[in-house]
DNA sequence: CTGTATCCTTAGGGATACTG
DNA sequence: CAGTATCCCTAAGGATACAG
């Protein structure tokens, strides 16, 4: 059952829904650094500038295995525990992500965006998707 | 200075300047509310199922008119007092909550989504999003 | 190092009373 | 009715210690 149960959920809204699952400070944060950052360990998060907590952390990545966003496999190569990456319904967040970018980008006067990657979702937002979905695949 | 200040943003990445604003179980339902559902007045937003409490709507509507978001203006008919409406950077976040909606509608299976709606969208975004722009200006 | 658990403070937010 | 303010409790989450 990746979705919450009747009494977590506080109405059949779609956009409810999806609040319920991510609406808090943090849970995107960490879909963001496996989307664009390459990030795929413990470590990798932890590092992340916006200084997460490691109790949040382990909350959050326990949380989007329960809602069926993110797996973890174990790392053959034993440098980390494990490797997480996204479930198919985590890789459908990225458009939802972009969005996000777009409008920080637009509306942050010291946005950190690279106006090559916002120029490129611009122009071919599909295409952006794709390469993205590609090679986390 | 409708963003956050200096001490308050985690980051500048524009991800986390959008959590940073938004990012919380409430915030976004009262734009959604506007969006979609045409509602302009405090009552209007209390009385959504979700069931939001006075303090935190009366908070959120004063948070998103610091950021910017959201302005209001006296009601004339003095039927309320103010009438809420979204800014220029407010109706900005059509797009994003138009993929929360996608996202929401396909993943949870007792979704309330309108099919018709949600076809609307995969078939025609940026008319969708013109209309409602058009509708709210 | 990776990840877990505990402590403790603050802030989010529910219930409700109050004002115009 | 519209909106504000208070009370109080729970949960979010920062700091940090601990275990493999």
Redesign the pocket.
Known sequence: MPHPAKDCRRSDCPVSFTLDLLG???TLLVVRDILFKDKK???DF?SSEE????????DR?EKLDQTGILTWEKDPNH????IYHLTEKGLDLLPMLLEMILWGAKHDPQTAAPRKFIQAVKKNREGVIREIREKLR
């Open positions: 808090d400070k943090w360990f413990y470590g932890l200084g997460i907590a490691t109790n949040i952390l382990a990545l440098g980390s525990k494990y």
